[in-house]
């Protein structure tokens, strides 16, 4: 009994003695570590408590927007949904009918160029609905998207700057437009703050049964978003009646971190496909020369933003990665 009593004294003597950091399991700045050898049968088990959060870097220090930054933008304002004046409203019963929704003050900048879009379209056998739209909240927008659903509508493109829904999981919140597209599942605020935290199947499943589209561009500072959706509609007319063509050829054009990750693009183009896949090669230079070459499909796999590509220029010696974003 006397020589257990005295073990437990030792004991307590030694860990009154220890520094409380290493009591607590945190590791000093001030203790030099060494270096621990691990034989291939050891665990290593990561304390994420230790692990640095991920950052958020772009070229110019641009920080993604928040959902209040959203709302000041857009505030919510009930919705008036109308067929314009030139456009000869239909009944759509067809499967493979799309459904068309722009924002009303833009309308009236591209209807030329969009009446080209559907009757492009609608000479390859397709039937297109067509209506504006000026506010409307997210619940609006989607019974919008049920209705054309219901009447046939497997696809929805949305134009100009209609209204986001907001969701969030693990914590981050973002806009996303499967809320438009799963047209069976349950989506829930719970804390009624407007963003969606929980999406569960409900009555159905909890992946798309329309498809969602978007040429959305005020947010960038090339253009006027009338001037670029114009050029676009005008790029997609010649390439649909043959005055534009690309070489039947795909780009894989992968990042070293999935140097061996199969794309498989061969399988539609044969021997038609250029790959790189090493970081002596990816640079954004070589990606742009690359493009200018002309490609029917293009794969990139690499780090990104909502800007740009990264691409980084890694030998083997170096332990420096030089970003270059494009």
């Known amino acids: 009994m006397k020589k257990i009593c005295s073990i437990l004294v030792i004991v307590i003597l030694m860990l009154l003695n220890l520094p409380v950091t290493l009591i607590q399991g945190i590791t000093p700045t001030n203790i030099p570590q060494e270096k621990s050898t691990l034989s291939e049968n050891d665990v290593?088990?990561?304390?994420?408590?230790?692990?640095?959060?991920?950052?958020?870097?772009?070229?110019?220090?641009?920080?993604p927007?928040?959902?209040?930054?959203?709302?000041?933008?857009?505030?919510?304002?009930?919705?008036?949904?109308?067929?314009?004046?030139?456009?000869?409203?239909?009944?759509?019963?067809?499967?493979?009918?799309?459904?068309?929704?722009?924002?009303?003050?833009?309308?009236?900048?591209?209807?030329?160029?969009?009446?080209q879009y559907c009757s492009d379209i609608k000479s390859e056998g397709y039937l297109v609905f067509l209506e504006q739209v000026s506010g409307g909240t997210t619940k609006e927008i989607k019974s919008w998207v049920q209705s054309r659903y219901s009447n046939g509508s497997m696809g929805i493109l949305f134009i100009g700057d209609?209204?986001?829904?907001?969701?969030?999981?693990?914590?981050?919140?973002?806009?996303?437009?499967?809320?438009?597209?799963?047209?069976d599942g349950t989506w829930q605020d719970n804390n009624a703050d407007g963003i969606y935290e929980v999406h569960i199947a409900g009555t159905g499943d909890m992946g798309p049964e329309v498809y969602i589209g978007r040429i959305y561009a005020s947010t960038l500072a090339y253009d006027s978003e009338a001037n670029m959706i114009n050029d676009y509609f005008a790029k997609v007319h010649m390439y649909r009646t043959s005055e534009q063509t690309q070489p039947w050829r795909g780009l894989e054009?992968?990042?070293?971190?999935?140097?061996?990750m199969n794309v498989n693009l061969d399988l539609i183009y044969g021997t038609n496909v250029t790959r790189h896949d090493y970081g002596y090669f990816t640079t954004a230079q070589d990606y742009l020369n690359q493009m200018?070459?002309?490609?029917?499909?293009?794969?990139v796999c690499a780090h990104s933003y909502s800007g740009g590509h990264h691409f980084s220029t890694r030998p083997t010696e170096s332990a420096i990665y030089a970003h270059v974003y494009i």
């Open 65 to 115: 927007g928040t959902y209040k930054e959203y709302l000041r933008d857009h505030p919510y304002i009930p919705s008036c949904f109308s067929t314009p004046d030139d456009v000869q409203k239909i009944t759509v019963f067809e499967n493979y009918s799309l459904s068309i929704l722009v924002n009303e003050s833009l309308y009236p900048l591209i209807c030329k160029s969009l009446a």
């Open 162 to 183: 209609i209204i986001a829904a907001w969701v969030e999981v693990s914590g981050e919140q973002f806009p996303s437009d499967l809320f438009y597209m799963d047209l």
């Open 44 to 63: 290593v088990k990561q304390d994420g408590r230790f692990i640095e959060t991920l950052q958020w870097y772009s070229p110019n220090q641009d920080l």
């Open 292 to 299: 200018d070459l002309g490609q029917h499909f293009v794969q």
């Open 253 to 260: 054009y992968v990042e070293e971190d999935w140097f061996d």
